[in-house]
T-cell receptor, first 117, second 112 residues
Framework: GAGVSQSPRYKVAKRGQDVALRCDPISGHVSLFWYQQALGQGPEFLTYFQNEAQLDKSGLPSDRFFAERPEGSVSTLKIQRTQQEDSAVYLC???????????????FGQGTRLTVV | GENVEQHPSTLSVQEGDSAVIKCTYSDSASNYFPWYKQELGKRPQLIIDIRSNVGEKKDQRIAVTLNKTAKHFSLHITETQPEDSAVYFCAAIPLGRRALTFGSGTRLQVQP
């Protein structure tokens, strides 16, 4: 398909388990974002990639969260030693924009709902 | 950093009435203001956006207004329909940044 694809759609993890969430952005999109959306809240920024470079990781809540985009396309968000407060929907978005200025539309994936039990 | 506040948190209107959702932002450098619609269990989708060099933008039943001096912007939906029922998020991006800062969302319920 032409949209942003995320997998898995749902993930149940036992507390302390490591998880990996995948994002396939729209082909050719330079920018890729990860957001965390708690129940009933707006998405909150986690990290941003421009191609393979992680330019902003200021939103990552702890060093248990790690993201990569090694070839400038697919990205993986990894959470180590999951805790109950990590339960949320993790959204990935991509946009065509690069450089500074000229913001363009961000297209979102359907998200991965992570439940830590 | 940027802070976006959104009101109301819930809004119930009768079909055919208008709905207005308001947001304020803190960073005067913000220059791009999109609105997203998110239906239950689905992805956020852009419905309209406005840039800081424009005061108003309209697309059929949806319009957005921006007051840069007061640092607030609003979404207006006219002739509401049941399929407009969803959660709406405003957002802002400061110049030079890439990431969206979202408001907390407004759950709109259109009663048939």
């Amino acid at each position: 398909g032409a949209g942003v694809s995320q997998s898995p759609r749902y993930k149940v993890a036992k507390r302390g388990q490591d998880v990996a969430l995948r994002c396939d952005p729209i082909s050719g999109h330079v920018s890729l974002f990860w957001y965390q959306q708690a129940l009933g809240q707006g998405p909150e920024f986690l990290t941003y990639f421009q191609n393979e470079a992680q330019l902003d990781k200021s939103g990552l809540p702890s060093d248990r969260f790690f993201a990569e985009r090694p070839e400038g396309s697919v990205s993986t968000l990894k959470i180590q030693r999951t805790q109950q407060e990590d339960s949320a929907v993790y959204l990935c978005a991509s946009s065509l924009a690069s450089g500074t200025g000229g913001n363009t539309e961000a297209f979102f994936g359907q998200g991965t709902r992570l439940t830590v039990v | 950093g940027e802070n976006v506040e959104q009101h109301p948190s819930t809004l119930s209107v009768q079909e055919g009435d208008s709905a207005v959702i308001k947001c304020t932002y803190s960073d005067s450098a913000s220059n791009y203001f999109p609105w997203y619609k998110q239906e239950l269990g689905k992805r956020p989708q852009l419905i309209i956006d406005i840039r800081s060099n424009v005061g108003e933008k309209k697309d059929q039943r949806i319009a957005v207004t921006l007051n840069k001096t007061a640092k607030h912007f609003s979404l207006h939906i006219t002739e509401t329909q049941p399929e407009d029922s969803a959660v709406y998020f405003c957002a802002a991006i400061p110049l030079g940044r890439r990431a969206l800062t979202f408001g907390s969302g407004t759950r709109l319920q259109v009663q048939p």
